[in-house]
């Protein structure tokens, strides 16, 4: 059974940085490519950009590049997502989804506040 | 970037009736490939979005009959049939033509 499973829900300072995990199973990690999605005010869903777990190659979404950083640890089969300098546009819940979005992880609800 | 729109729902949805879920692009999703890509999704209350449709018309893997896809290259309809409770939550299409992919900001779905 494919499962992609998220750290839990984070409560960070404003400019400080941080890393959600997705830790996948049931199927070959490196074999599908690893998109991130963030969903804020419960209900605007918008791509931050994918990895592909075999190389590390990276797609961005403009918008959320410098803010981003997406990187793989391919022995632990686990994608990870590091914002940087966050601020309270940044609280939301982060996704992530398999290749073709057919599988998604739990979401991960970001707060930033001092 | 493309601009996904989708349509409010004018009122809720009474039990096995059908509804017609509407979505627009900006810009052809008809690929050089001959397919069209646009996903359906349905996020229901509480959880993560959920795939129901992708290239268009096809059904994701263990999604119900009651769901089908049609469109053109910009014009999409997501038609659910014999609705049911269980089919409320938000309805978003996607598209993943070009990067970066963008979202339809949803339609909600109550039922009576």
């Known amino acids: 059974e494919v499962q992609l499973q998220q750290s839990g829900p984070e409560l960070v300072k404003p400019g400080a940085s941080m890393k959600i995990s997705c830790k996948a199973s049931?199927?070959?990690?490196?074999?599908?490519?690893m998109n991130w999605v963030k969903q804020s005010h419960g209900k605007n869903l918008e791509w931050i950009g994918l990895?592909?777990?075999?190389?590390?190659?990276?797609s961005y979404n403009q918008k959320f590049k410098g803010k981003a950083t997406l990187t793989v640890d391919k022995s632990s089969s686990t994608a990870y997502m590091e914002l940087l300098s966050l601020t309270s546009e940044d609280s939301a819940v982060y996704y992530c989804?398999?290749?073709?979005?057919?599988?998604w992880g739990q979401g991960t609800t970001l707060t930033v506040s001092s | 970037d493309i601009v996904i729109t989708q349509d409010e729902l004018s009122n809720p949805v009474t039990s096995g009736e059908s509804v017609s879920i509407s979505c627009r692009s900006s810009?052809?999703?008809?690929?050089?490939?001959?397919?069209?890509?646009l996903n359906w999704f349905l996020q229901r209350p509480g959880q993560s979005p959920q795939l129901l449709i992708y290239?268009?018309?096809t059904r994701a893997s263990g999604v119900s009959d009651r769901f089908s896809g049609s469109g053109s290259g910009t014009d999409f309809t997501l038609e659910i049939s014999r609705v049911k409770a269980e089919d409320v939550g938000v309805y978003y299409c996607?598209?993943?033509?070009?990067?970066?992919?963008?979202f339809g900001g949803g339609t909600k779905l109550e039922i009576k």
């Open positions: 989804a398999r290749r073709h979005f057919d599988y």
């Open positions: 049931g199927y070959s990690f490196t074999g599908y490519t």
């Open positions: 990895i592909n777990p075999y190389n590390g190659g990276t």
């Open positions: 810009k052809s999703l008809l690929y050089k490939d001959g397919k069209t890509y």
């Open positions: 290239l268009m018309s």
């Open positions: 996607q598209q993943l033509v070009e990067y970066p992919y963008t």
